[in-house]
């Protein structure tokens, strides 16, 4: 049976796994999926920062799960050090440098939630539109297959992917930086302001 026959006969269910008779792999995928986007929807609707940051430690813990049950243990791993244990951190720390709001606060339901909701649909629905057109026909044997391994994920990391990882990095770092910058500016005007009001403070009578 040539590959495309073998792609064909997987998509109908005829000659090899289908979508009919999906395995316990596959429903465990679709269920941290619906989780996965549970958990994204509350990082974006919830009105406390902190627990926006917790929310999303959720979403890439489950992505890190959807990453094992494809049998990608690096991306995996690399996913709970690398976006669990540093970007989440990072959003924290600049969060306490910028001394955002802790409780529920209005700023973050901003007026231009619509247009940003408009916004985000249309990319992700063109992005589903891609990957099925891309991969509608690709079925990919999980117990042979060594497209999860470390050489390979690392091949196309650091020869297919590593201008955006570095754009990344980079990303990662101005957040920083910005986060920096806004929280000396604030202290600045915070000592300013009391310096200013200390010269206009009458002096005590003396007795």
Request: no cysteine.
């Amino acid at each position: 049976m040539t590959a495309v026959a073998r792609a064909a006969a997987d998509v109908s269910g005829r000659g090899g796994p289908g979508f009919l008779s999906p395995t316990g792999a596959e429903i465990a995928f679709v269920l941290i999926g619906l989780v996965v986007l549970g958990a994204a929807l509350l990082v974006v609707t919830t009105q406390q920062v902190v627990h926006a940051a917790l929310w999303l430690v959720v979403t890439l813990g489950g992505l890190a799960a959807e990453y094992l049950l494809l049998t990608a243990e690096f991306i995996a791993w690399v996913q709970v050090l690398i976006y669990i244990g540093a970007v989440v951190v990072l959003l924290l720390f600049g969060l306490m440098l910028t001394r955002a709001p802790i409780g529920r606060s209005a700023d973050v339901d901003a007026p231009q939630r619509w247009p940003a909701l408009l916004v985000a649909t249309a990319a992700g629905a063109t992005l589903l539109t891609v990957v099925v057109d891309a991969f509608h026909a690709t079925y990919l044997d999980l117990g042979d297959t060594a497209d999860g391994s470390a050489r390979a994920n690392g091949e196309s990391l650091f020869r297919t992917w590593v201008l955006p990882f570095e754009v990344l990095s980079v990303l990662l770092l101005a957040a920083l930086v910005g986060a920096i910058v806004l929280s000396r500016g604030r202290a600045a005007d915070r000592t300013e302001t009391g310096a200013a009001a200390a010269g206009r403070a009458p002096g005590r009578p003396g007795r």
